[in-house]
């Protein structure tokens, strides 16, 4: 059957009466996930983002160089912008302000076709008006034209029109928003770090601009603001601030064409690990794409030719690889395209080809250039990237021999695990628990049809301060390895990943947390695409039982177990518990393993930039910010968005 045929069959099978036409804003409020991903924290988050990415596409255009978001107390949030405000007039044909038709109009908040790179990505770029359609009330405040114009919608529908209030100089937008109750889930709150961190990037991609971010809801109110007269430069420096820098250069270039802009910044350090971030039109993706790519093969080659051009590499030796080359460099690199395609399974993914070969070819001739002009970075490079090399021969060495030997062994998984009996990745579980005793209830708790158990003795290699040929000499790392079954390194291979499911399981204190951190830390350097591909996450065991009229109780912080008082009034007998092994079988499994039952969090890579750094901050050399790290977050240890 051709295409065209099989397409006019489904558009046959779907005439008539069952299809509803929706009008205005309704979709949004009948489907809000289609619109921002999920209606808990994260989705929240987007309709800030929404909104600030319309004023930072002022900026970019050239004509802002502010954006204030303030957190309200009463649970709103502000976003003002000194841009040139949204046009007031009525657009022809229409009987009503272009505010308004950007505010209640799907997909009407770009430029109505004016210049500049419109940002157009996955959940991104849907507009200010689902913003609207997500709020109890939204406030509009336009400055423009010498005049303040004001206006107020209940659930995306306006109160009354546009209307000047008041004569001004400035211009502006400002758009209050308080999101909708009805739609987002009791525990959505705006959270300050988050923000905070999106934000943060968003000024180092667009330089000079200032963002200010001020949480109104704690007194005093927490002031936050960023400006980056560096740029990305800056961003890299920031990246780089707690390792050892190979040079104190930020290796820096630009260019134009009509159809795309391409920025790198970057720099080496003597770590073993890669911090390459992508973005395009100011979006992060995650998933890489075509400027990844055109990036990467430029950097393996223009390196490879100049360590062969000065002898320090001889044509009998092996080939560098990429890795190789990119052990140790922190890169940022963003471009600005017409028609960014977001492609892959979070739409992070960059699909324009035409990227690819312009990244190329601007990076040959630049970065070439560059290392001829400065031989002493230059040989500072060449030399570590050989380093890598040869750590990676001496590594394959090391796992061949892991390899023989648990062939020999003739069991190719570890004794410790009690794996599961499903050989089906898609419903078998791995859970890591912390510390043999654990483990062995975890054993007897679980569900042995789905769920696997691999105890932990003690802590595991900090991967953040080793090699790959080190990581892998370590025996819980290796049981880890075997256990999940993708390899790893050259090998690692997500399609023989044994569980969809592999979660860290560690006892709710500071041990448990350095644990987990340890797990993650390992996944992120060395399993990434597990995190991408949402296979990853940490459980969250109670910290409260209360035994009340012959049941079990269980909560899960303070909050939860003092409500519960509250309710109960007079004596309530909570039990702390101290760790996981403090808990039999039963309530192991009642509390922890139970699907039905138990809080799964997933790791995502929702800012891998800000991850890396906190990673760093928290695993990297630098032992007295470590330990300022841990002292402010001790409660809340979110490297990731767990
Ligand atoms: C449409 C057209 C123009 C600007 C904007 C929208 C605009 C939207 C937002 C949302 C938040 N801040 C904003 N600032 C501007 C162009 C206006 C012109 O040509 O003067």
Known sequence: MTASRSSAARTKEYTGQDITVLKGLDPVRQRPGMYIGTTGIRGLHHLVHEVVDNAVDEAMAGYCDRIIVELLADGGCRVTDNGRGIPVDNPKGQRRSAVEVVLTTLHAGGKFGGKGYQVSGGLHGVGVSVVNALSEKLIVEVAR??????????????????????????????????PDPLVFTDDAEFKFETLAQRLREMAFLTRALEIRLIDQRQEPEVKEEFRYTGGIVDFVKHLNATRDQLFKRVINFESKAENHEFEVAMQWTTSYNESVFTFANNINTHEGGMHEEGFRRSLTRVVSNYAKSKGMLKDKDPALTGEDCREGLTAIISVKLRNPQFEGQTKTKLGNTEIRSYVEREMNEKFAAFLEEHPSEARAIANKVIGAQRARLEARKARDLVRRKTLLES?????????????????????????????????????????????????????????????????????????????????????????????????????????????????????????????IYVAKPPLYRVKHKGKNHYFMTDEELNAYRAEQNGKVEAARFKGLGEMNPDELWETTLDPEKRTLMRVTMDDAALAADLFQQLMGDDVEQRKDYIQRNAKDIRFLDI
């Open 145 to 178: 034209d010498g005049k303040l114009h004001y206006q107020e919608y209940e659930r995306g529908k306006p109160k009354a029109r546009l209307k000047a209030v008041k004569n001004i100089k400035r211009t502006g937008t400002t758009i209050t928003f308080w």
């Open 411 to 535: 069991t190719a998984l570890p004794g410790k695990l009690a794996d599961c009996q499903t050989r089906d990745p898609k419903e078998a579980e791995l859970f890591i628990v912390e510390g043999n005793s654990a483990g062995g209830t975890a054993k007897q708790a679980r569900a042995r049809e789905t769920q696997a158990i691999l105890p932990l003795r003690g802590k595991i290699l900090n991967v953040e301060r080793a090699r790959l040929a080190k990581t892998l000499e370590n025996k819980e790392i290796q049981s880890i390895i075997t256990a999940v079954g993708t390899g790893i390194g050259e090998d690692f291979d997500t399609e023989k990943c044994r569980y969809h499911k592999i979660v860290c399981m560690a006892d709710a204190d500071v041990d448990g947390s350095h644990i987990k951190t340890l797990l993650l830390t390992m996944f992120f350097r060395h399993m990434r695409e597990l995190i991408e591909l949402g296979y």
